[in-house]
């Protein structure tokens, strides 16, 4: 094993985020730091970029944790909440500097109802790879 105390830092420039990793219809994830682009071994970080009038799939991030941190527009966030009988829909409205937290195997989607401005958020894992499974509907 390299020795702790002596291993370099890597630098991730906009230039060098990737598409090339799971998506869901409706939105666009670009990759910045993973197993693939610099060796991580615990965590995956990057962007999703939602267009205006747009909504995700629904979809979940399998054992993932994901810490979501939002950079510009009013994305929603839209999962079933099964705390209460019936089981209903909840919607999170967000707007920059706000963080969302997603549980692993939690069913959501994201959506930007505004008619003219693209939503960014920029996203952390806690696995090396973005883990995306798209379902057929909110659970």
Do not use: C
């Amino acid at each position: 094993m390299a020795d702790p105390f002596h291993q370099r830092l890597h630098h991730v420039a906009p230039s060098g985020l990737t598409g090339e990793t799971s998506q869901s219809a409706g939105m666009r994830r670009l990759e910045a730091i993973s197993g693939k682009s610099v060796g991580a071994q615990h965590l995956w970080m990057g962007q999703t970029h939602v267009p205006a009038a747009t909504a995700s799939a629904d979809h979940h991030h399998g054992e993932s944790e994901t810490a979501i941190y939002v950079v510009s527009g009013h994305p929603v966030f839209v999962f079933v909440d099964h705390d209460v009988d019936p089981p209903v829909e909840r919607r999170i409205e967000t707007a920059p500097g706000d963080y969302v937290f997603v549980p692993p195997y939690a069913p959501h989607r994201e959506e930007n109802p505004d008619p003219e401005e693209e939503a960014v958020v920029v996203i952390a894992r806690t696995t090396q790879e973005a883990i995306v499974v798209n379902l057929d509907r909110l659970a």
